[in-house]
């Protein structure tokens, strides 16, 4: 198989990728010239994940079909695991693909290309922590499926144990922890609702962060904010401390242990360990080393998003977030653009921060606004953060399904949610 720019990895960035060098080559070109690889048959946007491992977001109707997605926006998509990539001579191969049964699907296929962007993502990094099997990652929509089911069982258990009391324990008070610590109290009061007083129990969701305040990335005021928020909401915020050890009951720290029926781990990402198998530099969490152009040293091998460690400002990288993912998703589309023309292409990559807004929960969120008409930063909060951060999500639908499918599928899921209930109780 041959194609002349294959990207590996339908995420934030390489979907939006594809989607956009397909349609800009048109319904003849595209297909023939721009393949996408990745290893799910569905596409869901992993900022939402929290939402899914909460209940509220329900991953059957949030899913999109790649195949689908590549008929609309003219490129080509093939299901695999990238194993083997070889640079040097421009090829890669996927793994085959296994049926439950141990039946084999598809078999092992190379592939070669002109170009090639990998837009692979990260996962966890549990900075060498004991007891790493006892905790539950959101690094994929399967672990998120997972972790509700689990939930829902430790629910049902909670509501008929003596006691009548949940521990939950999420660790890493950056976006990820401090959204899925909201999202999950409102599963837990939607639950509630939905029983008799017999079966009510208590919950006890602790947030535990290292760095002396949550949201340690953003604005002091928005931590601050979104502590208070927190507080109100009964959930419990540990700043400046650190995780030691996970046993399967609890959660050993450095001020002393905390009980733990569950633990969530979100506190910090690492590429793939295979990164380092494929002869391109990496760094200590195994992310490509990419140029102002989002290259590696090998020449049309690029890299995007969270799996690329591209310089930014004052020796710092651009950070891991969809918005970075979604403006190099940009920058390589013209880039790509152009050199398939045959053209020269001599702009490099600027990442422009926007800014960072979090949810919390219902009809709230807070955040800060960047390069704004003040030229600096300004904080908002309430309903229209919630609305500004929903608007992000409708963003990258309309860049993947375009502006009239976008809306019908917002106002689809806002009707089933009428029908069905906000939270997914199966
Ligand atoms: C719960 C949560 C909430 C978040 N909230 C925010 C937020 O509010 N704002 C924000 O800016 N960022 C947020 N982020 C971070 C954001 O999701 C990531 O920065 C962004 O998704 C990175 O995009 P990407 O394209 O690099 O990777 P991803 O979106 O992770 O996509 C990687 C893709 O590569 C595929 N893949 C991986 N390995 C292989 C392989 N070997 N072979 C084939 N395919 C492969 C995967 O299946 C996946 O589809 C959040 C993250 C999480 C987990």
Request: proline share 3%; charged share 20%; glycine share 10%.
């Amino acid at each position: 198989m041959y194609y002349d720019t294959v990207i590996i990895g339908g995420g934030a960035g390489g979907l939006e990728l594809a989607s956009k060098l397909g349609r800009a080559l048109g319904r003849k070109n595209g297909p023939e010239k721009v393949l996408l690889i990745d290893r799910s048959p569905f596409h869901i946007w992993k900022p939402t994940l929290h939402e899914v491992a909460a209940g509220t977001l329900n991953p059957q109707q949030e899913g999109l079909s790649y195949s689908i997605l590549a008929r609309a926006n003219h490129f080509s998509f093939v299901l695999g695991e990238l194993v083997k990539f070889q640079p040097e001579n421009k090829t890669l191969s996927l793994q085959a693909v296994y049926h439950e049964n141990g039946e084999m699907i598809i078999p092992e296929r190379l592939i070669s290309f002109n170009r090639c962007v990998l837009a692979l993502g990260s996962g966890s990094n549990f900075f060498g922590t004991p007891g790493s099997e006892h905790a539950y990652v959101l690094e994929n929509a399967q672990d998120a499926q997972n972790f509700h089911t689990h939930l829902l069982n430790l629910f049902a258990k909670a509501a008929y144990s003596a006691d009548k009391s949940l521990n939950v324990v999420i660790v890493g008070g950056g976006a990820t922890g401090v959204e899925l610590s909201a999202e999950m109290m409102e599963a837990y009061h939607e639950i509630q609702n939905t029983v008799g007083s017999e079966q009510r129990f208590r919950i006890q969701i602790t947030l535990i962060e290292a760095a002396p305040r949550i949201l340690a990335g953003l604005p002091e005021k928005v931590s601050e904010q979104a502590t208070q928020a927190l507080r109100q909401k009964q959930i419990k915020v540990l700043s400046g401390t650190k995780v030691t050890e996970i046993f399967s009951n609890k959660v050993e720290t450095d001020q002393g242990s905390i009980p733990a029926d569950v633990v969530v781990w979100a506190a910090g990402i690492k590429a793939a360990d295979r990164n380092q198998e494929y002869g391109l530099p990496v760094n200590r969490i195994n992310q490509f080393e990419v140029n102002d152009q989002l290259q590696t040293p090998f020449d049309g091998v690029y890299a995007l998003g969270d799996c690329a460690a591209c310089p930014w400002e004052d020796g710092k990288l651009v950070p891991a977030r969809a918005q970075a993912a979604h403006q190099e998703a940009d920058f390589l589309c013209k880039l790509l653009l152009t050199r398939i023309e045959g053209k020269a292409f001599d702009q490099t990559f600027r990442y422009k921060d926007s800014g960072s807004l979090v949810s919390l929960g219902n009809n709230h969120g807070v955040g800060n606004l960047m390069g704004s008409l003040s030229g600096g930063s300004f904080f908002i909060e309430g309903l229209i953060a919630k609305y500004m951060y929903m608007s992000l999500h409708l963003l990258h639908h309309k860049t993947i399904l375009g502006y009239g499918k976008t809306v019908l599928l917002a106002l689809a899921r806002i009707m089933q949610q009428r029908v069905s209930g906000r939270l997914k109780l199966h």
